[in-house]
């Protein structure tokens, strides 16, 4: 397929010759997570038992909708929760993690983010932007990542001690910063050392871009509650929007309570149509990340035959959807970004610029062109630009369109003189 794909782009000899290269050091990459991962979504699916019925819907206040019933219902097995609460009107990742957070921190209570700094948008609705929780009474720190990318347990069961009622925030994916994801398994030492010492603490993750990477979720290993977006890993490309929290199910009503009025909480909320396409979305959302995956697999390969650092190195277990690759220059992040651009099967024409993005302090390049916008299971990418200059490429819905993004992406750096390295 390289091949072909090299041939029918007019990609280089030199860059045709690294891709295959890359290809064979990627070609025996097994994805045994996948296949468990396959198996748990099937067997909720059998379990639910979900009617064609079932996915009409409805529309007004959403009583006793059926598609949203079965859609919370599935969302629960999978992730081992008691409950969960997915909605169109929850609109990003970030509301709903912020709408968590809100709900389970109140007034007079610590917020401890023990993954380090959030990533720039979270951190913004948390501590800077008008209304904002550390500006309505609840006091917020952060614990850094050692320098090994582990959690510092001692220094969170330090502050947990001092701050006695809090809550405890966990970032699992990379973000938009040069850190390492969190592997569930990590997540499994840090949540049993930290109820150890505080029972009584809820944890609550951002499980943005993790979603089905790996055979076990945050609350499978003692995570209170997970949030994300429904229009990237679970929404299978296929989901038009949407996010979601799953848990605890007193953890799960008050964030409900929150989200939209005390005594109503999860009765309401229609999904107009649309939950066919959700039930669907997650019926597919296994096979779409292990696509994507692969895909990630052969551009980090790539670049690093071209001579580029990567996080993760090809092969090497992932436990989200992002791929961090440093250009090491913002000339070669506007590159990276423009030749991506030209893969995409909606807005291919478009010339990504850097602009403001609210919560940043730096200028943000994008590349993106989704059936449904600002889904990142669809091929696309972020980079700030500040040092070190990383550019993050995400998602990817078919290995061969993820194969040539990062082609194309390459051979616009290669067209630079003096860009790509070797």
Same mark, same amino acid.
């Given at each position: 397929?390289?091949?072909?794909?090299?041939?029918?782009?007019?990609?280089?000899?030199?860059?045709?010759?690294?891709?295959?290269?890359?290809?064979?050091?990627?070609?025996?990459?097994?994805?045994?997570?996948?296949?468990?991962?396959?198996?748990?979504?099937?067997?909720?699916?059998?379990?639910?038992?979900?009617?064609?019925?079932?996915?009409?819907?409805?529309?007004?206040?959403?009583?006793?909708?059926?598609?949203?019933?079965?859609?919370?219902?599935?969302?629960?097995?999978?992730?081992? =929760?008691? /409950?969960?609460?997915?909605?169109?009107?929850?609109?990003?990742? +970030?509301? $709903?993690? @912020?709408?968590?957070? %809100? *709900?389970?921190?109140?007034?007079?209570?610590?917020?401890?983010?023990?993954?380090?700094?959030?990533?720039?948008?979270?951190?913004?609705?948390?501590?800077?932007?008008?209304?904002?929780?550390?500006?309505?009474?609840?006091?917020?720190?952060?614990?850094?990542?050692?320098?090994?990318?582990?959690?510092?347990?001692?220094?969170?069961?330090?502050?947990?001690?001092?701050?006695?009622?809090?809550?405890?925030?966990?970032?699992?994916?990379?973000?938009? =910063?040069? /850190?390492?994801?969190?592997?569930?398994?990590?997540?499994?030492? +840090?949540? $049993?050392? @930290?109820?150890?010492? %505080? *029972?009584?603490?809820?944890?609550?993750?951002?499980?943005?871009?993790?979603?089905?990477?790996?055979?076990?979720?945050?609350?499978?290993?003692?995570?209170?509650?997970?949030?994300?977006?429904?229009?990237?890993?679970?929404?299978?490309?296929?989901?038009?929007?949407?996010?979601?929290?799953?848990?605890?199910?007193?953890?799960?009503?008050?964030?409900?309570?929150?989200?939209?009025?005390?005594?109503?909480?999860?009765?309401?909320?229609?999904?107009?149509?649309?939950?066919?396409?959700?039930?669907?979305?997650?019926?597919?959302?296994?096979?779409?990340?292990?696509?994507?995956?692969?895909?990630?697999?052969?551009?980090?390969?790539?670049?690093?035959?071209?001579?580029?650092?990567?996080?993760?190195?090809?092969?090497?277990?992932?436990?989200?959807?992002?791929?961090?690759?440093?250009?090491?220059?913002?000339?070669?992040?506007?590159?990276?970004?423009?030749?991506?651009?030209?893969?995409?099967?909606?807005?291919?024409?478009?010339?990504?610029?850097?602009?403001?993005?609210?919560?940043?302090?730096?200028?943000?390049?994008?590349?993106?062109?989704?059936?449904?916008?600002?889904?990142?299971?669809?091929?696309?990418?972020?980079?700030?630009?500040?040092?070190?200059?990383?550019?993050?490429?995400?998602?990817?819905?078919?290995?061969?369109?993820?194969?040539?993004?990062?082609?194309?992406?390459?051979?616009?750096?290669?067209?630079?003189?003096?860009?790509?390295?070797?």
């Amino acid at each position: 397929m390289i091949g072909e794909l090299c041939a029918r782009f007019e990609i280089s000899a030199r860059l045709r010759d690294a891709a295959l290269q890359a290809q064979r050091r990627v070609d025996d990459v097994t994805y045994d997570a996948q296949r468990q991962v396959s198996a748990n979504v099937l067997y909720a699916f059998a379990q639910e038992g979900i009617a064609e019925s079932d996915l009409h819907g409805s529309t007004g206040y959403g009583y006793d909708d059926a598609a949203r019933a079965a859609y919370e219902s599935l969302l629960a097995r999978i992730f081992g =929760a008691e /409950r969960a609460l997915a909605r169109l009107s929850i609109v990003s990742g +970030t509301h $709903a993690i @912020v709408t968590a957070l %809100a *709900a389970c921190t109140p007034p007079g209570s610590t917020l401890l983010s023990i993954s380090g700094r959030p990533y720039d948008t979270l951190r913004n609705a948390l501590c800077d932007a008008p209304h904002a929780l550390a500006r309505e009474g609840v006091t917020y720190r952060e614990i850094p990542l050692r320098d090994d990318g582990e959690v510092d347990v001692p220094a969170v069961l330090e502050a947990v001690a001092v701050a006695k009622d809090c809550t405890i925030f966990v970032q699992r994916s990379r973000g938009y =910063a040069p /850190r390492r994801s969190l592997t569930v398994d990590q997540c499994a030492r +840090t949540f $049993a050392a @930290v109820k150890s010492a %505080a *029972a009584n603490a809820p944890i609550l993750v951002d499980n943005c871009y993790g979603e089905l990477v790996e055979p076990q979720e945050p609350t499978h290993v003692g995570a209170d509650l997970v949030m994300g977006s429904l229009i990237k890993n679970l929404g299978g490309a296929i989901a038009p929007a949407g996010g979601y929290i799953a848990g605890r199910g007193d953890l799960v009503e008050r964030v409900a309570a929150r989200a939209y009025a005390p005594g109503l909480g999860a009765s309401l909320g229609p999904t107009l149509g649309f939950g066919r396409a959700l039930v669907q979305g997650l019926f597919f959302a296994p096979l779409v990340v292990e696509q994507c995956l692969r895909g990630l697999d052969f551009a980090a390969a790539l670049f690093e035959q071209l001579g580029y650092r990567v996080d993760p190195s090809p092969g090497q277990p992932r436990t989200d959807i992002v791929q961090a690759i440093a250009l090491e220059s913002p000339e070669r992040l506007l590159r990276f970004a423009r030749g991506l651009q030209q893969a995409m099967p909606i807005n291919a024409r478009f010339r990504p610029q850097p602009g403001p993005v609210p919560g940043y302090a730096q200028p943000v390049v994008m590349s993106s062109g989704a059936f449904v916008a600002g889904a990142t299971i669809e091929l696309s990418c972020d980079a700030p630009l500040r040092p070190p200059y990383e550019v993050y490429l995400q998602g990817g819905v078919t290995y061969a369109h993820a194969c040539l993004g990062a082609l194309l992406a390459a051979r616009s750096l290669e067209d630079a003189a003096g860009s790509v390295k070797g």
